[in-house]
């Protein structure tokens, strides 16, 4: 049987670099997703409820076999560093507590309603020994438990245990997304946040640019399987 994957995403910027040349189809409620040969990807926004959004858009272009959430997240062990994969034996839903299991991968990965704060990965760190947090893992893996899916979480560090800029969450809407010109203006003018600001997109860079090579070998590893 061929193996399809679904790659769901929060953001564009996640899978740009991964995606280029693929067909593209724009679908409401600021739900995209990405078909070639070899895979779908979707992404519809940050959150629980977009990740839903983007995994049902995902499953109606084509009939898939494996659901994968990929993204950014923030480290919550302070051992990993920007740039890290993060590969999920264990996600965690820190709403309803659900643990979703993948014995293939040892690290712990918890999903959370919020961006964290360095407070809050720190207590998530000394709960559940997690690696990093996210916000839509467990809700994609809870979809694919619900129709018989194999499930995978990869993640890549963009901000370590230590690193926090409060200004964030306020620009991120109720429909996932966040608004860049907006958080742009905003800092454009407050100088004490330039240097968080280079930091931030220099993390960035570096762990968009890890992540699309390791979604590249995850894409080879379903294609080797066929």
Not at 20 to 39: C, D, F, I, P, T
């Amino acid at each position: 049987m061929k193996e399809y994957p679904a790659i769901i995403a929060a953001l564009p910027r996640e899978v740009k670099h991964l995606v280029r040349g693929w067909k593209q189809y724009k679908l409401a409620e600021r739900v995209v997703v990405y078909s070639n040969e070899r895979a779908v990807v979707a992404h519809a926004g940050m959150g629980p409820e977009r990740a839903a959004l983007a995994v049902q858009a995902a499953m109606a272009v084509r009939p898939v076999t494996a659901l994968v959430s990929v993204g950014l997240a923030g480290g919550c062990d302070p051992a990993v560093q920007v740039g890290d994969i993060v590969r999920a034996g264990v996600v965690v839903d820190t709403q309803s507590g659900e643990r979703y299991s993948d014995s293939e991968f040892r690290q712990v990965l918890v999903s959370a309603p919020h961006i964290a704060s360095v407070q809050e990965k720190q207590r998530l760190f000394a709960s559940y020994s997690a690696s990093a947090v996210d916000m839509e893992a467990a809700t994609v893996a809870r979809i694919a438990q619900g129709h018989n899916l194999p499930f995978r979480a990869i993640k890549v560090i963009s901000d370590d245990a230590d690193f926090e800029m409060e200004e964030l969450g306020r620009f991120a809407t109720q429909n996932g997304q966040f608004r860049e010109a907006a958080f742009a203006a905003y800092s454009v003018v407050r100088p004490r946040l330039w240097p968080k600001l280079g930091q931030l997109a220099g993390n960035s860079k570096i762990a968009i640019e890890a992540l699309t090579a390791e979604l590249e070998s995850q894409l080879n590893w379903y294609r080797q399987r066929d």
